[in-house]
């Protein structure tokens, strides 16, 4: 009797376990069809038991089965990345410097914000995961003219860094935002700091130093909480 009993008790705790997770991933779905975020995190008992946004039911009901606690903890983090990539860009552009008459080429600097996940240019941040890096900066060899006033604009200097502030405020709470520069080892910047006979002042460098310096650009760099 006390094994039919154990055997009893365990199926209706299981049976409990998964309407809690059937439960969960009701809600999980409603929150992805209302506002479509960029990627999740769920952990149990602080335990990550999945990072897709398609998630399986048997994978919550089973975590939680491990977790043996009358009181687990289940904790789903949504991250907008892809949100707060595409108003970083759409600021960056409308504070973009465009060029004025005898310009020939413009609109480049406009039109070359670029974004970069761990150091590696991307089309979209898709792939992106948890404690990946996004940053977002510029090739043009001017861009860190226009960052600090060295050139006649018709915009006011600091694209990036008013930037940067402006889409922390929007989206702080979801992610780490801030100004920084980056090296950018392709496009104009790289032959431009092949050729140009620029040094430092008042500071010695290695050729490599210098090299990582000259192109050093601007960016917003973006970490997910």
């Not at 892809?82 to 005898?102: C, H, M, Q, W, Y």
């Not at 008013?162 to 520069?181: E, L, M, P, T, W």
Request: no cysteine; proline share 4%; net charge positive.
């Amino acid at each position: 009797m006390d094994d039919q009993f154990r055997v009893a008790t365990a199926r209706a705790i299981d049976a409990a376990r998964l309407q809690v997770a059937m439960a969960v991933q009701a809600r999980h779905q409603e929150v992805v069809v209302a506002n479509r975020p960029s990627s999740v995190v769920v952990t149990v008992d602080d335990v990550i038991v999945a990072t897709d946004l398609v998630l399986q039911v048997v994978q919550v009901a089973r975590a939680i089965q491990r977790a043996h606690r009358a009181r687990t903890v289940i904790r789903y983090r949504y991250s907008y990345v892809e949100d707060i990539i595409a108003f970083a860009l759409k600021t960056l552009r409308e504070r973009s410097p465009i060029g004025g008459a005898g310009d020939r080429h413009p609109g480049l600097y406009r039109d070359n914000h670029l974004v970069f996940l761990n150091g590696r240019m991307v089309s979209n941040a898709r792939d992106w995961r948890p404690g990946d890096i996004i940053h977002i900066s510029n090739p043009v060899p001017y861009s860190r003219k226009i960052e600090v006033g060295g050139m006649n604009l018709s915009v006011p200097s600091g694209v990036y860094e008013a930037s940067a502030q402006i889409v922390d405020g929007r989206f702080g709470n979801q992610a780490s935002i801030k100004f920084v520069y980056m090296p950018i080892n392709f496009g104009g910047i790289r032959r431009w700091s092949d050729t140009t006979g620029m040094m430092r002042q008042g500071r010695k460098m290695s050729v490599a130093v210098r090299s990582e310096w000259l192109r050093r650009q601007p960016a917003i760099e973006i970490r997910g909480r």
